[in-house]
């Protein structure tokens, strides 16, 4: 018990300066907003023909495991 209050003292010791800061953090312009924007929109248009293309990875790779577990079926002789 001791060492839970004594925790708990000391996560909120750590915790009470953040209240203390100020909460206009964002004082930028509108052109850092627009600049902002443009970046994101890049970034996220590189993204999906990456995304894609992971996808073509996946898909040829599981095509492929079912192509060499067909054939390895095939290939092994009936014991019938």
Known sequence: MKT???????????????????????????????FVGICALIVVAQLVPALMMVVGFIKASVGLSHKKAAVATQSTPNAN
Request: aromatic fraction near 6%; glycine fraction near 4%; proline fraction near 3%.
């Open 4 to 34: 839970a209050i004594s925790t708990l003292l000391l996560v909120l010791a750590v915790i009470n300066p953040a209240y203390a800061a100020e909460t206009v953090v964002y004082k930028s312009g509108i052109l850092v907003s627009v």
